[in-house]
């Protein structure tokens, strides 16, 4: 019998996490044991690692463990988690941000793992400190004075406030140092503006209005962003956020450069102290790996 439907996704969501904690196959001369390959291996799962493409992969093995093997399910848990903490010592630490994710997705397996809720190990990782670029390190963003800013405008009437939240926008932008451009006008269509981010060039859409954008309004940012250079993409803002049935409507079939950002996406960045460049990284990698463009950025941080 299949899984439900719920579980699926929250092993999806899990796989997701897992995916740079450690390798899909161990190199030649490595402990083969740090790579999903060897996990499975150690643990008499072999069966179930496919390998291939990694993130299929790795939701192979999680779901077919769960769905056959669940007396086994925990056990790969930790080990993943045990191996991750070796194989990512130097370079990018687990941190206790993604453990307490992890516990969150468990749980709505049915599942609760006591060694990963103890606190005597959450204490030891490191926290949700801010990954920010060297360049923001040099401005020192003001969070606490962005975000006021951002609450403010709320306080404005609805045409003024539209403009406003543009001119935001730019200012949040250039606080991360993504080389924001204003507002701008091509043949027959309005611009919000653009950013750079690791070399990748983004349209921007803006929009604060009463309901939800739905699937319209997605196709027709989709379609200014095709209609330019190969290498382009897209960020669409939508204070209120989208509709689920616009969401589910425009992924359904269709290949996407866009990814979606909503009004508490960014109270969540600017209160949490996240790096917008880290938030907009992580909502892109989301979106190249399931083809979902409005993960929220609670659930990829916190």
Not at 271 to 282: V, Y
Request: aromatic share 12%; charged share 25%.
């Amino acid at each position: 019998m299949p899984l439900a439907p719920k579980y699926s996704k929250t092993i999806n969501d899990i796989a997701s996490l897992f995916y740079d904690f450690l390798p899909g196959s161990p190199h030649p001369y490595a402990n083969q044991a740090i790579s999903f390959r060897g996990v499975a291996n150690e643990l008499d799962l072999s069966k179930f690692w496919t390998g291939g493409s990694k993130l299929p992969a790795i939701n192979m093995l999680l779901s077919h463990t769960y769905e056959y093997e669940k007396s086994k399910f925990c056990n790969l848990i930790i080990t993943i988690v045990n191996n991750s903490i070796t194989y990512r010592a130097k370079k990018n630490p687990v941190t206790k941000n993604e453990i307490v994710q992890l516990n969150s997705l468990i749980s709505k397996l049915d599942f609760k793992i006591p060694e990963l809720w103890d606190k005597n190990f959450l204490d030891s990782l490191s926290g949700d400190t801010p990954v920010v670029s060297d360049k923001v390190d040099a401005k020192q963003v003001d969070y606490d004075d962005l975000l006021r800013n951002f609450v403010a405008l709320q306080n404005l009437d609805a045409q003024a406030r539209g403009f406003a939240f543009e001119k935001y926008l730019n200012t949040l932008f250039d606080n991360f140092g993504l080389n924001p451009r204003g507002s701008f006008r091509l043949k027959g269509e309005q611009i919000d503006g653009s950013l750079e981010l690791d070399g990748g060039y983004y349209l921007i859409e803006a929009k604060w209005q009463k309901n939800p954008l739905n699937n319209s309004d997605l196709l027709a940012f989709h379609g200014k962003v095709n209609g330019k250079s190969a290498w382009t993409r897209g960020i669409i803002i939508s204070y209120n956020g989208f509709s689920k049935d616009g969401l589910d409507a425009f992924r359904n079939g269709r290949a996407t450069n866009l990814i979606a950002i909503d009004g508490q996406d960014l109270y969540a960045l600017l209160s949490k102290k996240i790096s917008l460049s880290e938030g907009l990284r992580k909502k892109i990698r989301w979106a190249a790996d399931t083809g979902e463009i409005s993960k929220s950025i609670f659930e990829l941080f916190i």
